[in-house]
């Protein structure tokens, strides 16, 4: 019996040392896969910062192009909106200035003008419409009193609101 129980031990220890064996490679080959995997992770990160990056870059790229587009869209309205100044309201100054004002004939028109100062060469101002007019000679307090009153008549505002609800 003795040797039967050797036997058996010995062959216990045989596949003992078989497990062994095999749990050593299948450490070495879930290491060698786990580091594998690690580096393969470390490689998708990399490219996707990378993959980041670019599309920022194209935005940023894309967002320059935008602005420059909505830049030279807001001055071509500003100069169509400019261009409302010299047609619609620097021909009727004329005939304010001269009735309603009462700045006399006129001597000199100039829309859209840029005045330089004598004293400071890059003090400029610039004006959409200047009108100079004739002094006229007779004066009197009533017509002081009457342009006062035209300009405060042109000062004061005209709007008007309407009811809000109405009585049956």
Same mark, same amino acid.
């Given at each position: 019996?003795s040797?039967?129980?050797?036997?058996?031990t010995a062959?216990? @220890?045989?596949r003992? #040392? &078989?497990? /062994?064996?095999?749990?050593? *490679?299948?450490m070495?080959?879930?290491? %060698?896969?786990l580091?594998?995997m690690?580096? @393969?992770?470390?490689? #998708? &990160?990399? /490219?996707?910062?990378?993959? *980041?990056?670019?599309d920022?870059?194209e %935005?940023?790229?894309a967002?320059?192009k935008?602005r420059k587009?909505?830049?030279r869209?807001?001055?071509?309205?500003?100069?169509?909106?400019?261009?409302?100044?010299e047609?619609?309201?620097a021909?009727?100054?004329?005939r304010?200035a001269?009735e309603?004002l009462?700045?006399?004939?006129?001597?000199?028109?100039?829309p859209r003008i840029?005045?330089?100062?004598s004293?400071?060469?890059?003090?400029?101002r610039?004006?959409?419409?200047?009108?100079?007019g004739?002094?006229?000679t007779?004066?009197?307090?009533?017509?002081?009193?009457?342009r006062?009153?035209?300009?405060?008549?042109?000062r004061?505002?005209?709007?008007?609101?309407?009811?809000?609800?109405?009585?049956?």
């Amino acid at each position: 019996m003795s040797a039967l129980l050797e036997e058996r031990t010995a062959d216990v @220890e045989r596949r003992t #040392d &078989r497990l /062994e064996i095999l749990f050593d *490679r299948f450490m070495e080959q879930t290491t %060698a896969i786990l580091k594998e995997m690690k580096e @393969e992770a470390a490689r #998708d &990160r990399a /490219e996707a910062a990378r993959a *980041r990056a670019e599309d920022r870059a194209e %935005a940023a790229e894309a967002r320059g192009k935008d602005r420059k587009e909505w830049n030279r869209r807001w001055g071509e309205l500003a100069n169509r909106m400019g261009t409302v100044v010299e047609d619609v309201i620097a021909p009727s100054i004329r005939r304010m200035a001269r009735e309603e004002l009462g700045c006399g004939d006129e001597l000199l028109f100039c829309p859209r003008i840029s005045v330089v100062s004598s004293d400071d060469r890059h003090y400029r101002r610039e004006f959409d419409a200047l009108y100079v007019g004739a002094a006229t000679t007779r004066r009197s307090r009533a017509s002081g009193q009457a342009r006062a009153n035209r300009y405060a008549r042109l000062r004061r505002p005209t709007t008007t609101r309407a009811p809000m609800h109405r009585r049956v």
